[in-house]
């Protein structure tokens, strides 16, 4: 049988590994459970506190967000079933679907396609189209925790400031942009382990190492240079900042910190999300994942990186 990728409550992995970890830490750093056959049904999956769209949905919108998560962390590819109730199904599920996308940067195999259908007219399920294989993406979540594993290792004595900051640096530092290549230029994994991404990969690479941090961190979609383009909200404590990894990444000059820990008055200025300009503005049609879910406004200073050190 194929091997699953298991959820374990933060007991569990105590007992395992001998360390503390988050509860909602995501799975992809989880044992991968080698003898399945007492697994009778997938253990269910669902949203945390650090899920930050998942806690901005309906209580319609959260069952099928962890019914969909359940479903791709096991890749499923027949049937994810949602819902018996069609009322607003398909706005529903486009919200649902790409809040798991937003909230889980550690979904490197998972695609932003699916189809749904239903049996009936009375079961309505989605059908998910996944970049790789299961046993490509086992070999490939193996390769990503150890990546995850050594940047953690190298800031487990720093403050959650300086951790972020660290993280910045380091995807500075060991990402290359670029528009060439697969997916995964696209993805966490093809940012931390293939060390080439755009927008998006340094975003997602940013938000899973913030998160395996206990730093609450999200992505925003919108437009920059009238392109479409993606970067990140970051909660420290307590107070929410904005940050554009890929435009502080200055090649063989070092990072710069222009858009690190500034206010989303100040981002405004070069960016808009999604959510604040017109459906002509956005000049395609991304359904229910143009939705930035309640992002936060970001007025916090006190972690921003002065003018002078900006420039250096």
Known sequence: MKKLLILFLCLVLVTLSGCSVPE???PYLDVFREDTSSVAEPEPVQGKLFDYCYNNLTDTQKDMYNKILTGVY??????IYLTDDDTDISENVNIAYGAVSVDHPELFWLSGQYHLLTLGGERFYIKVKYDVD????DAQAAALKKRVDEIMAATQDMSPPEKERYF???LCDNVTYTNDGVNTRYTSFGALVNGKAVC???SRAFQLLCKTAGINCSLIKGRAEDEAHMWNVVE???EWYEVDVTWDDADDKGPFYHYFNITTTQMQKTHKRYNEITADERGIDLDGLKYNLNPPQCTATEYGINNEEKNQ
Not at 74 to 79: H, L
Not at 134 to 137: D, F, K, M
């Open 236 to 238: 420290v404590f307590g």
């Open 200 to 202: 998006e990969g340094y």
């Open 74 to 79: 096991y890749m499923e590819e027949e049937r």
């Open 134 to 137: 299961q046993t490509t993406r």
């Open 24 to 26: 909602w830490l995501s």
């Open 168 to 170: 910045h640096d380091y």
